[in-house]
């Protein structure tokens, strides 16, 4: 499961982004050799900044945004897409992909890694999909987030313990 054509995959389902939401599609880079690959798209707008990337040895596809001109320190702009939209959903809303939290035992993220294994099984092109879709339809959410909300994301994140 190469990301060789990850780039066209996501300026094609992603497209919604440039045709609807005024972003643009700043290219794409490749990270990595060999089992450390990892694949970015990168699509920016004035107020946030949103790397979508593929990571193959990991088996797991991020959404990265960073919130610009905010009242935030530099590592409080930044927020994974699926966490963040758990947290802003109270987890009604569950992430696609199996996630790894800093607070996770090795027990927890090995059933983590198997999970992802299942996922990918077939590729990432559905899971593409899915993030796209979601994305999507959470986006007008995303973009009225406020520097609170953010603020207390980053403290749900460092503590989150994954239940069940």
């Not at 797991?60 to 939209?85: A, Q, S, W």
Request: proline share 4%; net charge negative; aromatic share 12%.
């Amino acid at each position: 499961m190469t990301g060789s054509n990850f780039p066209e995959q996501v300026q094609v389902l992603f497209s919604f982004l440039e045709e609807q939401h005024g972003f643009g599609c700043h290219g794409s880079r490749r990270h990595g050799k060999g089992r450390d690959d990892c694949f970015i798209v990168r699509y920016v707008r004035d107020d946030v900044r949103m790397d979508i990337g593929w990571a193959p040895v990991e088996l797991t596809i991020g959404i990265l945004l960073r919130f610009e001109n905010r009242k935030l320190d530099e590592m409080d702009c930044y927020v994974h897409f699926e966490p963040f939209l758990h947290y802003l959903s109270q987890g009604n809303v569950r992430p696609i992909i199996p996630q790894v939290y800093p607070t996770m035992t090795i027990s927890q993220i090995q059933a983590t890694a198997d999970a992802r294994n299942q996922l990918f099984d077939n590729g990432y092109r559905q899971v593409l999909e899915q993030l796209a879709e979601r994305l999507c339809i959470h986006l007008p959410r995303l973009n009225a987030t406020t520097d609170e909300e953010i603020l207390n994301y980053q403290k749900w994140y460092m503590s989150y313990h994954e239940s069940g």
